[in-house]
């Protein structure tokens, strides 16, 4: 079993960036693939990034590719998301989870194939 705590979450005004961490407990950290997802108020929860257990692989939302970057550091059992030229459109309670299920190149990008999730940190982004 994994406990997730993102932080990192804030205000911040559109054009900025920040960076988002995820600490994950225990020390089978490399055994997880990793995602990140958001949610704003009153949609669903969306997938934003996702990364393999070595961090080989990795893959995007369209709505944030290119602008955001998903890594992660396995001997510091983090995994981060780096978001660039934030837009009011991000805003939203980001949610970092992981999986122990695949193989160890695979990414997922589903909310259920994830098995455990952080509480989240919220990001909100003014015009």
């Known amino acids: 079993q994994v406990q997730l705590v993102e932080s990192g979450g804030g205000l911040v005004q559109a054009g900025e960036s920040l960076r988002l961490s995820c600490a994950a407990s225990g020390r089978t950290f490399s055994t997880y693939a990793m995602g990140w997802f958001r949610q704003a108020p009153g949609k669903e929860r969306e997938f934003v990034a996702a990364?393999?257990?070595?961090?080989?692989?990795?893959y995007y939302a369209d709505s944030v590719k290119g602008i955001f970057t998903i890594s992660r550091d396995n001997a510091k059992n983090t995994v981060y998301l780096q978001m660039s030229s934030l837009k009011p459109r991000d805003t939203a309670v980001y949610y970092c989870a992981a999986t122990s299920t695949g193989s160890s190149g695979t990414y997922y990008i589903t909310p259920l194939q994830y098995n455990y999730w952080g509480q989240g940190t919220q990001v909100t982004v003014s015009s």
């Open positions: 990364i393999s257990r070595s961090g080989s692989s990795t």
